[in-house]
């Protein structure tokens, strides 16, 4: 059974950092591109990041230079780290098996980021 449990977030102010963490089980996880999928409070998903299994990354334009989205296959562990957080970085962050061109088959339960002074 796959399974994608996240955490690592909270509240945090503008201008602050978390590290979100997603551990993966049920599959070969290096195998599998992964990504990062955030939902602001009463909109849609959106995709913020992938890497895929040979470690190329690829970023939402409002992530480029302050999100960094990494992976430790010995772990099976992925991370996405956030600087420079902004009050619309609020919001569920969700890890996802998969790319968002191809299809994210599994998603994590969420873990909740709150950017607020």
Known sequence: EVQLV?????????????RLSCAASGFTFGRH??????????KGPEWVS????GGS?????????RFTISRDNAKNTLYLQ????????????????????AGLGYWGQGTQVTVSS
Do not use: N
């Open 6 to 18: 996240e955490s690592g977030g909270g509240l945090v102010q503008p201008g602050g950092s978390l």
């Open 33 to 42: 591109a992964m990504s990062w999928v955030h939902q602001p409070p009463g």
């Open 50 to 53: 992938t890497i895929k299994s």
């Open 57 to 65: 990354t690829h970023y939402v334009d409002s992530a480029k230079g």
């Open 82 to 101: 956030m600087t420079s957080l902004k009050p619309e970085d609020t919001g569920m962050y969700y890890c996802a098996r998969g790319t968002a061109a």
